[in-house]
């Protein structure tokens, strides 16, 4: 398997004991994942600016904010001052997604765009060419440990496809019940980024986990 780029979601890392899952994360993986819900575009409320500040100071490693959320441009500013490297907004709530994206890659950050599961890849043709990395949503968004659904490996490959025409540069990230029994699967299929909630947390041993999925050991 290729060498792949693994970004722990700290949705499921434990509150009571960040400090330990911090430390696992900055020692073993490649990317901060923080799941950003307000309840509104996902039927769930995550954590915001506090919790967002805190990882941003004792991150090692990159940060990514997936933005699961409406009007996410409201936010753009201050998540780039907290240290955050990457910001992922979805395609469906944003009405005017190229300026979207223009304006984080202005602020100097990496620009993502993720599709939730009924979202088409071919939709993507045109603003793949500006976008740092396509996010594949392979459960519905809202909730870690969910089962991950079947045909987004199919929608993988598609995004490959359009991909190499369009922008080779543009990386493709895959979120949603990744885990041991699917990675493989996935990283055929041509994703560049997994994330790794449950998998990664709930597992005996996340350091070893995290190396697994990278497909370093
Ligand atoms: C779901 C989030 C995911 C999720 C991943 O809305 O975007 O990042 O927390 O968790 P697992 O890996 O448990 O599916
Ligand atoms: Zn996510």
Redesign the pocket.
């Known amino acids: 398997m290729k060498r792949m780029i693994v970004a722990p ?1 700290m ?2 890392a434990n509150f009571a004991n960040l400090a330990k899952d911090i430390e696992v994360v900055n020692a073993n993986a490649d990317i901060f ?1 923080l ?1 950003i ?1 307000d309840g509104v575009f ?1 039927p769930n409320i995550s954590y915001g600016t506090p919790l967002i500040k805190t990882i941003c100071s004792n991150a090692k490693i990159p940060v990514e904010a ?1 933005l ?1 959320i409406v009007e996410p441009q409201k936010f753009f500013e201050e998540y780039n001052k907290l240290g955050v490297g990457s910001i992922c907004v979805h395609y469906e709530a944003c009405t005017h997604l190229d300026r979207t994206i223009n304006r984080i890659k202005e602020l100097g950050m990496k620009a993502g765009v993720a599709i939730n599961p009924h979202t088409s890849v071919k939709l993507l043709e045109n603003i793949i060419r500006i976008s740092d990395y396509i996010l594949i ?1 392979s ?8 089962k991950y659904i079947p045909y987004s490996t199919e929608k993988i490959s598609e995004l490959k496809k359009l991909i190499e025409f369009n922008n080779p540069n543009c990386l493709i990230e895959v ?5 041991l029994n699917n990675i493989e699967e996935i990283a055929m299929a041509g994703a560049d980024i997994v ?6 947390f709930s597992s005996a041993n996340p350091a070893e986990t995290i190396k697994k999925l990278q497909g370093v050991i």
Request: glycine residues 24%.
């Open positions: 979601s949705l499921s994942h799941d819900m996902v997936h699961m949503m459960v519905n968004p809202g909730f870690g440990g969910q979120d949603g019940g990744v885990g994330v790794a909630g449950n998998a990664v």
